[in-house]
């Protein structure tokens, strides 16, 4: 069993940044797969970005060139960098994980506010 605890989110206004963590209870540098995702009211849930075991990252369309996403092995923690932010990006912010034997974790989630 994984558990995934996020911080970082909170009130910000159009324009400004937030950094988002998550930490892991466990060594992450094998897993295959770590990532962001988000759920504004009454939507699905929808992939944010993701970072491979090999490196590579892929964004959603909506936060290419805004959002970075990144991991430290050595925390155990990802994170979630972002900049420019609109009121669109409102929505809870959960971490994932997919393990090295494909289970999927799922953190808390966490709530960002864009608004001024």
């Known amino acids: 069993q994984v558990q995934l605890v996020e911080s970082g989110g909170g009130l910000v206004q159009p324009g400004g940044s937030l950094r988002l963590s998550c930490a892991a209870s466990?060594?992450?540098?094998?897993?295959?797969?770590v990532g962001w995702y988000r759920q504004a009211p009454g939507k699905q849930r929808d992939m944010v970005a993701t970072?491979?075991?090999?490196?590579?990252?892929i964004y959603a369309d909506s936060v290419k060139g805004r959002f970075t996403i990144s991991r430290d092995n050595a925390k155990n923690t990802m994170y979630l960098q972002m900049n420019s932010l609109k009121p669109e990006d409102t929505a809870v912010y959960y971490c994932n994980l997919l393990s090295e034997y494909y289970t999927d974790y799922w953190g808390q989630g966490t709530q960002v506010t864009v608004s001024s």
């Open positions: 970072i491979r075991s090999d490196g590579s990252t």
């Open positions: 466990r060594s992450i540098s094998n897993v295959r797969r």
